[in-house]
């Protein structure tokens, strides 16, 4: 959870029925898919992956959903992680393209299928699956 998240993000109201009938507001899915790939790009744990990260960006393309370039880039720029210049989407997508080829898919995998119900799923997964993932992103 962000206790300090960076302006220039939407919430919406969401109804949830369990444990029982409430209301929550939330960040927008646009806000929440920048806020991910924030963490998918520059989380930092050496030569450890987070599989969910990965589950989570393969999640939002399924969907349809829009990423928020301007979010992510007032992220980046809380945390240090980008000069004052904001990132084109050309640049954000070279950025996560060369993420992506960096990053050892074996040891994504490994995370990552202890928590998925069909691990037959995960077979497709690959550096040019995700690459091919960065293409099909929809921004703002």
């Not at 690459?131 to 703002?140: D, G, K, P, S």
Request: charged fraction near 25%; aromatic fraction near 16%; hydrophobic fraction near 45%.
């Amino acid at each position: 959870m962000d206790t300090n998240p960076p302006l220039g993000f939407m919430t919406e109201h969401k109804l949830l029925l369990l444990p029982f009938s409430f209301m929550t507001r939330c960040y927008s899915l646009s806000d929440l898919y920048a806020g991910k790939m924030h963490a998918f790009l520059f989380r930092n744990w050496k030569n450890r992956v987070k599989g969910r990260d990965w589950y989570d960006f393969e999640w939002f393309v399924r969907h349809y959903t829009v990423f928020n370039l301007e979010h992510f880039n007032q992220r980046a720029m809380q945390t240090g992680l980008a000069g004052e210049e904001q990132l084109s989407t050309r640049q954000f997508k070279a950025l996560l393209i060369e993420k992506i080829k960096q990053t050892n898919i074996d040891h994504v995998l490994a995370d990552v299928r202890p928590f998925v119900q069909r691990p037959e799923a995960l077979a497709i997964w690959s550096t040019d699956y995700f690459i091919q993932l960065v293409e099909l992103m929809r921004f703002e």
